[in-house]
């Protein structure tokens, strides 16, 4: 069955640093999501991107956080200069069609801290 | 806001044992309602969903209906297996206009002991 991959697995940053998380999608999905879950609380909707454009957004993803696809395969969330409070898991999630019964297909996570 | 409440344990049953998660939402409109669920080392996968009222998600021996009377979906299974030890997730999507944003629960840790 195909899988979400996403890179690193871990990453440890100093605050004010720039991360980029990197996310390969299953292959003819084209709806994309970032979710982030801080050490003992919910997960948590960030972002949701569809034909190269920003669908829906958190009031958490602020002008520091940005995603792109860079080369039609890879779906990428870069953090522009990181807080201490960005410390999380942040997971990649994709769907084939859209829609909100539509099944979203979850990497493994990056683990990310801030220091 | 929309929101899901469920039960965070952690729970701890022995083999065979029955399994309940409560799971209640406070929504606009109507969600379609999931259960994820994350094995150790692994992203979440979709255990089961139920996408209007009344329908029943059914998957590996687990059940859910969706309860739109008591705003409830919660999860059961007769008999949990050891490999069943994983942390489950509620989640609903579908307010505020279509929203595809996925709204989770806590999360709640099983461990099931043989």
């Known amino acids: 069955e195909p899988e979400v991959t996403q890179t690193p697995s871990h990453q440890v940053t100093q605050m004010g640093q720039e991360v980029i998380l990197r996310c390969v999608p299953i292959?003819?999905?084209?709806?994309f999501y970032w979710y982030r879950q801080i050490l003992g609380q919910k997960v948590e909707f960030l972002v949701s991107?569809?034909?190269?454009?920003?669908?829906?957004k958190s009031e958490i993803f602020d002008d520091q956080f940005s995603v792109e696809r860079p080369d039609g395969s890879n779906f990428t969330l870069k953090i522009r200069s990181t807080k201490l409070e960005d410390s999380a898991m942040y997971f990649c999630?994709?769907?084939?069609?859209?829609?909100?019964?539509?099944?979203?297909?979850f990497g493994p996570g990056t683990r990310l801290l801030v220091l | 806001g929309d929101s899901v409440t469920q039960m965070e344990g952690p729970v701890t049953l022995s083999e065979e044992a029955f399994l309940t998660i409560n799971c209640t939402y406070t929504?606009?409109?109507?969600?379609?309602l999931f259960w994820y669920v994350q094995y150790p080392g692994e992203g979440l996968q979709l255990l089961l969903k139920?996408?209007?009222?009344?329908d029943k998600g059914s998957n590996k021996g687990f059940e859910a209906t969706y309860r739109k009377e008591t705003t409830s979906f919660h999860l059961e299974k007769g008999s949990v297996q050891v490999s069943d030890s994983a942390v489950y997730f509620c989640?609903?999507?579908?307010?505020?206009?279509?929203?595809?944003?996925?709204?989770f629960g806590k999360g709640m840790k099983l461990t099931v002991n043989p």
């Open positions: 139920a996408t209007k009222a009344d």
């Open positions: 989640a609903l999507s579908g307010t505020q206009g279509g929203s595809e944003k996925l709204v």
């Open positions: 991107f569809y034909n190269n454009e920003i669908s829906e």
């Open positions: 999630a994709n769907s084939m069609n859209g829609g909100s019964q539509e099944t979203q297909y």
């Open positions: 292959s003819n999905h084209l709806y």
């Open positions: 929504a606009t409109g109507y969600p379609s």
